[in-house]
């Protein structure tokens, strides 16, 4: 989801420049392939907002969920972790060109794998946006960035989430986008490892079923777990409702108390 007016010229052929939260922050992101849009904001709006700390992104793309995270947590610093150089090369771009900087920088890396100075349990909070749809039901995106974004090729969703329990600390907080579809598979993988679960299911339009959700838990915690009332995020004509219109422009959070 861009937002605003056209695209901005970012100076570069197959890139542009494009308004999330009101033009709060601006994303280089590619013209083809996997473009960040209204998911990234709104995992970044159902994130637990800290004062200090530290947050991993993990498979930020151009960084559209850590920014504007960082939009509404002025106190951790974040890393941003990126398997495509391409990809985390914008991310790096977009860091610097909205000022964060000083608090934030991008690892180009496979979650699989050990990263220098991403020791296990080195995280208060983890945000992820991972690819939702199995290999095997899957009709690939011929763009390869689009189908790294969309698809499980060698990360399913089970090892992807065990790769990102591994690097929250106890006790720390994880914040899922994902498919409605996928959630029994995240829910099983979570079992045993994190509890206070809250879901919260994004409806399209009133009365129809949710096709995405956010999942919030927190890594050794036993607590139950629990349905949030979600958010509407269309009208009938399909505008935005004003809820959704408060977070994705205004920038407002995603209430999972709800």
């Not at 920088?105 to 020791?119: E, H, K, L, W």
């Not at 974004?149 to 060698?154: F, L, P, Y």
């Amino acid at each position: 989801m861009t937002e605003g007016g056209p695209p901005g010229d970012p100076g570069e052929t197959g890139v542009s420049l494009d308004a999330f939260l009101g033009g709060r922050i601006q994303l280089r992101q590619l013209r083809s392939g996997y473009r960040a849009g209204l998911d990234a904001v709104l995992l970044a709006a159902a994130a637990p907002v800290m004062r200090a700390g530290t947050a991993l992104d993990a498979g930020s793309g151009a960084g559209a969920a850590s920014l504007c995270y960082m939009a509404r947590a002025a106190g951790p610093r974040l890393t941003l972790l990126e398997l495509e150089p391409r990809l985390a090369e914008l991310a790096a771009e977009n860091v610097a060109h909205n000022g964060f900087a000083g608090r934030a920088s991008v690892v180009t890396a496979d979650i699989r794998q050990p990263v220098a100075g991403m020791p296990p349990g080195g995280f208060d909070l983890v945000l992820t946006n991972p690819p939702w749809l199995e290999s095997r039901r899957a009709d690939p995106p011929a763009d390869a960035l689009r189908r790294l974004a969309h698809v499980e090729t060698a990360v399913p969703l089970p090892l992807w989430l065990d790769r990102c329990l591994r690097l929250l600390k106890p006790r720390g907080r994880l914040a899922l986008a994902h498919r409605a579809d996928r959630l029994d598979t995240a829910l099983a993988a979570l079992a045993g490892r994190a509890g206070d679960i809250t879901i919260i299911p994004l409806w399209p339009r009133a009365g129809q079923p949710a096709n995405r959700i956010i999942l919030l838990a927190r890594k050794g915690a036993k607590g139950p777990c629990r349905l949030s009332a979600g958010l509407i995020l269309h009208e009938a004509d399909g505008r935005h409702t004003p809820a959704a219109e408060a977070i994705l422009r205004g920038g407002g959070a995603l209430d999972a108390a709800a």
